[in-house]
C-alpha cells in the first residue's frame, strides 16, 4: 500500500477537501438548497485523527433533519477497549491529538475532553446527475491532556540539501597516481627477479633437468724404490651398470650378460629388479660390473640392452699378482684403500675426484642439451710413491720363504731385509700371501702383515740386547769369561743350557755360539733389571716402528716393577718380552750401524701429478751403542757361524762374514702362547761392515723350524749381497776360544 501523502487531497475541481475553517472553501461556488450541509471538520483527515474508541462524534444525535437524508453512525465494536490507530496517528500529528489543531472547535473552546467522531455517508449519485464532491470527514475538537501545556508546534520540514557533485579531475589525478604505483612496485619485482634473484631461481629448478657425471681421479700408482717398476697402479676400465626402471626383460638380459662378465645370470637379475631409493624415488643406477676390460664393454653395448650402459672406469692393477701383496694391501671397486699401503697412503694416491654437470631432455630426449648449461670440474689425479722396496729382491726373498716354508703345514713365517745404514726397508715377506689383484677370494690371516703383526717372544736373539747393554755399561768386555754352570736358579724357575760347560769358565763369545742362558742370565745379574729395561727401550722394543703399514702392533716390554724372580732369568734370554720380527730387525740394524739406531721406513718419496719428487721426512735415529762396542759386539756375534758346534752355522755365508744369531720362542695371540715354537734368525754381513741386516722368524704349531730360519737367511743373504754386488770380505773372522 503506497504512503500516504502528507499534502491534502484535492477534489475533482482542485480544491483542497476539510481545509475549510467554519466558512465557504475558497474558489468554490456557493452550495445548493438541495445540497447537504456539513459542519466543518467532519470527514477529513482531522476526522481520523480525532477518532475515539467509542465511535462516536461530538454530536450524539443523527444528521440534521432538513437534509433529507439518513446519516449512518459508526458505532464502536464491542470488543474494542482502545483505538488501534491512536499510536499512528499521534506520531503523523507530532504526538498530539487533532483537537488542538489551530481553528478548530477544540481549540477555540479550550475544551478538555475527547470529542467522538462521527462518519457522514452519503447516498450513491445517480448516473444521470452530477458528481458531487464529498466532504473530508470532521473530527471535533479535543481539548488538550493538559491545559497548562501550550500546543506544540509542527516542525518545519527543510529539504534535503542536494549532494555535492564530484570532482572529476581530483578523481581522475588520484587514479592516475594509483596506477603509477601499481606499475613502479611491478617493475621493480620485476628487476629484482630478472637481476637479482635469478642464479637462485634458475638453480631450484636445475636439478630437475641436470645430470650429474662422477669423473674419478687416477689413482696414484706404487712404485718401487727405482721409481719405474710399478708394484701397483691404475688402468682405465669401464663399469656396466643397469637402469632397472628401462630393463624391458631382465632375465633375457642377465642370461646374455652373464659370458661376459663372469656373473650368474641369477646375480645380474637381482640387481637389475625395479627398487626404490630411500627418499621413495625409482633407482635409475645400479652397477652390475666394476673394472671391466674396454674390449669387453664395447661387446656389451653392441647387444644393444635397453636399461644396460657402461661408463668410464679405473681397475687398480697388481703386475706381481702376489708379489709384496701383504705389504702393498688392496684397494675397493671405488678406489679406496683398504688394507696394507693402499690404506695407509689412501690420502696421497686417492686425489680429488671431478664431475660433469650437464643439462638433459626428459623421456626419450634424455641427452645433453647442446649449448645447455654444462659445467665440468677436473679431477686432480693422486700422488704416487716411491717404496724403499727393491722389487727384484722382493720377488727372491719372497719366493725363498714360501720355498722354505712348504716344508712345514700350517706355520706362518716373516722375512725382513733392512739397509743398515739408512733403516729403509728393501724387501718385507709373509708366509702364507694371497693374490692382490683378487684379494677377495683369500682368507683375512693371509692378507695381513707378519713382519708387523706377527708378535713373538723372540727367544735368544734378545741376548746381543743383553750383552750391548753390558758391553755399554763396562759390565763385560769382549775378552771376558767366567765359570757358568749348567743350570742357575730363579724364582721357582730352573734356567739350563743346551751346551752345557760344567762349572768351566766360558768367554763370552763361546757363550753367545753356544747360546748359553745361564751365562747371559749372570751378565744380567750383574747390568741389574733397571738399565736391562733402558736398553730395551732404546733398541726400539716396546713401541711401534711407524714403518708406515696400518695396524702395526706396538709389542710390550714388563715393567721392573711387575718383574717377578723368574723374570731375572726369563728377561734377559729374550722371554716375557713381546716383539715383532720387524723389532728385532731394526734393533740388529743399529748394531750393524755401529750402535746408531735408524727407524726402519718403507716410504722414499712421492710424485705429484705434476711430476715435482718429495723426499720422504728423515727417520728418527738416536745413539744406542758407541762405535767400539757395536764392533766389539758384532765380533763376539761372529761365533755363532763360525765356532765348531755353534747354533747358526746353517746360516753361513760363502765368503762373506756374517754376525748373527738364533732364537726359539713361541707365538702369542691376545696374550695366550699358542702351540709350537717360534724359530728365527737374524743376521748382518758383512759382519767386518755390515751393509744389510734380515730377519726370519718361523711358526712352526708341529716344530722344525729351526731347520728352516737359518738356511733361508744364507739365501735370502746371499742373493742380497750379490744382487747389490757387495765385495766378499777380505779378511777371514776371527778364531775364538769358548773354554779359555
Do not use: C
Not at 499534502?7 to 475558497?26: F, K
Not at 723389532?583 to 740388529?588: E, G
Not at 760363502?654 to 715354537?677: H, I, M, S
Amino acid at each position: 500500500m503506497p504512503p500516504r501523502s502528507e499534502e491534502p487531497r484535492r477534489d475533482a475541481e482542485g480544491s483542497r477537501r476539510g481545509s475549510s475553517r467554519g466558512g465557504e472553501q475558497r474558489g468554490v461556488p456557493p452550495r445548493s438548497a438541495g445540497e447537504r450541509d456539513v459542519e466543518p471538520g467532519i470527514g477529513g483527515i482531522s476526522d481520523a485523527r480525532a477518532y475515539t474508541p467509542r465511535g462516536r462524534s461530538i454530536r450524539e444525535g443523527g444528521a440534521p433533519s432538513g437534509t433529507g437524508r439518513a446519516e449512518q453512525r459508526r458505532t464502536p465494536r464491542s470488543n474494542r477497549s482502545q483505538d488501534p490507530f491512536r499510536p499512528a496517528l499521534q506520531v503523523l500529528d507530532g504526538g498530539r491529538g487533532t483537537a488542538g489543531r489551530p481553528g478548530g472547535p477544540a481549540r477555540r473552546n479550550g475544551g478538555a475532553g475527547r470529542a467522538t467522531v462521527t462518519r457522514a455517508v452519503t447516498d450513491r449519485t445517480p448516473r444521470d446527475e452530477p458528481p458531487v464532491t464529498a466532504p473530508r470527514r470532521r473530527v471535533a475538537a479535543r481539548e488538550p491532556r493538559r491545559a497548562d501545556r501550550p500546543p506544540p508546534r509542527r516542525p518545519s520540514r527543510k529539504p534535503p540539501r542536494p549532494p555535492k557533485l564530484a570532482d572529476s579531475g581530483r578523481r581522475l589525478r588520484l587514479g592516475t597516481a594509483l596506477t603509477l604505483a601499481l606499475f613502479v612496485a611491478v617493475g621493480v619485482r620485476l628487476v629484482v627477479l630478472q637481476a637479482v634473484d635469478t642464479p637462485a631461481y634458475a638453480d631450484g629448478g636445475l636439478a630437475d633437468r641436470t645430470r650429474t657425471v662422477q669423473l674419478p681421479a687416477p689413482r696414484g700408482a706404487i712404485f718401487d724404490r727405482s721409481g719405474e717398476a710399478a708394484l701397483a697402479h691404475s688402468v682405465e676400465a669401464r663399469y656396466v651398470y643397469a637402469d632397472p626402471t628401462r630393463v624391458v626383460d631382465i632375465a633375457a638380459t642377465a642370461r646374455a650378460l652373464s659370458p661376459l662378465l663372469g656373473i650368474p645370470a641369477s646375480e645380474l637379475a637381482e640387481k637389475m629388479k625395479p627398487r626404490k631409493r630411500i627418499n621413495g624415488v625409482d633407482s635409475q643406477f645400479e652397477y652390475l660390473a666394476r673394472g671391466v676390460d674396454i674390449s669387453r664393454a664395447k661387446e656389451i653395448m653392441a647387444l644393444k640392452l635397453p636399461g644396460i650402459a657402461t661408463h668410464r672406469d679405473e681397475r687398480r692393477e697388481v703386475p706381481g699378482g702376489d708379489l709384496a701383496a701383504n705389504l702393498i694391501g688392496f684397494t675397493s671397486p671405488d678406489m679406496v684403500g683398504l688394507e696394507g699401503l693402499e690404506a695407509r697412503f689412501d690420502d696421497l694416491l686417492h686425489g680429488e675426484d671431478g664431475q660433469r654437470v650437464f643439462e638433459v631432455g626428459l623421456g626419450d630426449l634424455a641427452a645433453p642439451i647442446p649449448g645447455g648449461y654444462s659445467r665440468t670440474t677436473k679431477a686432480k689425479p693422486g700422488s704416487s710413491v716411491v717404496l724403499t722396496v727393491d722389487r727384484d729382491l722382493q720377488y727372491m726373498v719372497q719366493r725363498i720363504l714360501s720355498e722354505r716354508m712348504q716344508q712345514v703345514q700350517g706355520s706362518t713365517g716373516a722375512a725382513v731385509v733392512l739397509d743398515a745404514r739408512t733403516g729403509e726397508v728393501l724387501a718385507q715377506a709373509s708366509h702364507p700371501t694371497y693374490n692382490a689383484a683378487k684379494p677377495f677370494p683369500s682368507e683375512p690371516t693371509d692378507r695381513e702383515d707378519a713382519a708387523t703383526s706377527f708378535i713373538v717372544d723372540p727367544g735368544s736373539v734378545h741376548k746381543p740386547i743383553t750383552f750391548g747393554a753390558a758391553l755399554q755399561e763396562g759390565v763385560i768386555t769382549q775378552e771376558t769369561s767366567f765359570p757358568v754352570a749348567n743350570a742357575i736358579r730363579k724364582g721357582d724357575t730352573w734356567f739350563r743350557d743346551t751346551h752345557q760347560a760344567d762349572g768351566r769358565r766360558m768367554s763370552v763369545a763361546g757363550m753367545m755360539a753356544y747360546s748359553s742362558n745361564v751365562g747371559t742370565i749372570q751378565i744380567a745379574d750383574k747390568l741389574g733389571a733397571e738399565r736391562l729395561l733402558d736398553y730395551q727401550r732404546r733398541f726400539g722394543l716396546g713401541k711401534p716402528t711407524e714403518v708406515g703399514m696400518p695396524g702395526e702392533a706396538s709389542g710390550r716390554l714388563l715393567p721392573v716393577q711387575e718383574w717377578s724372580d723368574s723374570s731375572h732369568g726369563s728377561v734377559p734370554i729374550g722371554h716375557s718380552v713381546d716383539a715383532t720380527p720387524l723389532q728385532m730387525a731394526a734393533a740388529y740394524a743399529a748394531i750393524a750401524n755401529d750402535g746408531t739406531y735408524v727407524q726402519p721406513h718403507l716410504l722414499k718419496e712421492t710424485i705429484a701429478p705434476d711430476g715435482k719428487r718429495t723426499p720422504a721426512p728423515e727417520p728418527e735415529t738416536r745413539q744406542v751403542l758407541s762405535p767400539d762396542n757395536a764392533a766389539a759386539l758384532r765380533t763376539i756375534m761372529e761365533a755363532v757361524t763360525t765356532v765348531d758346534d755353534a747354533t747358526g752355522l746353517a746360516a753361513a755365508v760363502p765368503g762373506y762374514r756374517v754376525a748373527g744369531k738364533t732364537g726359539t720362542g713361541w707365538r702369542l695371540v691376545d696374550g695366550k702362547k699358542q702351540p709350537g715354537e717360534v724359530a728365527s734368525f737374524i743376521g748382518m754381513a758383512p759382519a767386518e761392515n755390515p751393509r744389510y741386516v734380515i730377519a726370519v722368524f718361523v711358526h712352526s704349531p708341529s716344530g722344525g723350524g729351526g731347520q728352516i730360519s737359518a738356511p733361508a737367511f744364507r739365501e735370502m743373504m746371499t742373493f742380497t749381497l750379490r744382487h747389490h754386488r757387495v765385495p766378499p770380505s777380505t779378511e777371514p773372522a776371527p778364531t775364538f776360544t769358548v773354554f779359555p
